[in-house]
């Protein structure tokens, strides 16, 4: 039994020297990958209403405009309290359908964030 340790008397026991690379590697594998992911959701909701219009109104292209041309001028025509209420409407769904793609997306980005890590974890460190 010794009555005082040394530096020394742990050299084989301390934990290695934390390597920064593959630190830097993970956060910007993550970082890179959720703004992907988010880049790809946004564009899904912004893309969902037209793809659905067009699909009703059987891919013609008049129709469309002739229809946002009439909402332009329903929304010129009310008064400001209409208009915002219009105005929080379109944001609301806006940000359920947000929500909703995002919750429906988040397992299989999840599970390929995990094997990406995982990948990455197993790579021999050459630094």
């Given amino acids: 039994m010794t009555f005082h340790d040394t530096p020394f008397d742990h050299v ?11 630190i830097l590697q993970g956060t910007c594998f993550v970082l890179i990958e959720a703004m992907r992911f988010a ?11 037209l793809f659905a219009f067009l699909v009703l109104i059987g891919w013609d292209l008049e129709l469309l405009f002739a229809q946002l041309g009439n909402l332009a001028d329903h929304y ?45 974890a197993r790579e021999p460190d050459h630094g």
Avoid: K
């Fill in 39 to 49: 880049a790809s959701s946004l564009l899904i909701v912004l893309g969902l209403p």
């Fill in 76 to 120: 010129r025509e009310a008064d400001a309290l209409r208009r915002y209420a219009f105005s929080q409407d379109l944001q609301g769904v806006f940000v359920a359908s947000a929500l909703g793609v995002v919750v429906a997306r988040a397992p299989r980005f999840l599970r390929r964030l995990a094997g990406g890590l995982a990948v990455t």
């Fill in 12 to 22: 084989g026991v301390w934990p290695p020297p934390v390597r920064l690379i593959p």
